[in-house]
């Protein structure tokens, strides 16, 4: 199976940074693209960063500027450096991996990691 694995959450306060990391390992043939979203209590799922296999970047606009989404092909990991955090920023965030399934047949999915939780004090 295929699994993403977090870290780098936690508690920071305002005007902080933090980086997050995801590694993705099994039985994935290929990564088409990687994200982070975040979720507060109550709210859906937003996206805040995309990172295309191409190396295209995309952010969210209330993360423009401070947030940076950087991945590692030969490692499969990908990384949030959070930078000039506020207390907005407090979510649980997600990293997520479009990846293709190799076998009898081959398919495209969604791959999540586990979540971490960001808090931010003001």
């Known amino acids: 199976q295929v699994q993403l694995v977090q870290s780098g959450g936690g508690l920071v306060q305002a005007g902080g940074s933090l980086r997050l990391s995801c590694s993705v390992s099994?039985?994935?043939?290929?990564?088409?693209?990687m994200a982070w979203y975040r979720q507060v209590h109550g709210k859906e799922r937003e996206l805040v960063a995309t990172i295309s296999d191409t190396h295209s970047t995309n952010y969210a606009d209330f993360v423009k500027g401070r947030f940076a989404i950087a991945k590692d092909d030969d490692k499969n990991t990908v990384d949030l450096q959070m930078n000039s955090l506020n207390p907005e920023d407090t979510a649980v965030y997600f990293c997520k991996v479009v990846g293709v399934i190799q076998g009898m047949i081959s398919y495209t999915r969604d791959f999540w990691g586990q979540g971490t939780q960001v808090t931010v004090s003001s």
């Open positions: 099994g039985n994935i043939f290929s990564i088409e693209s």
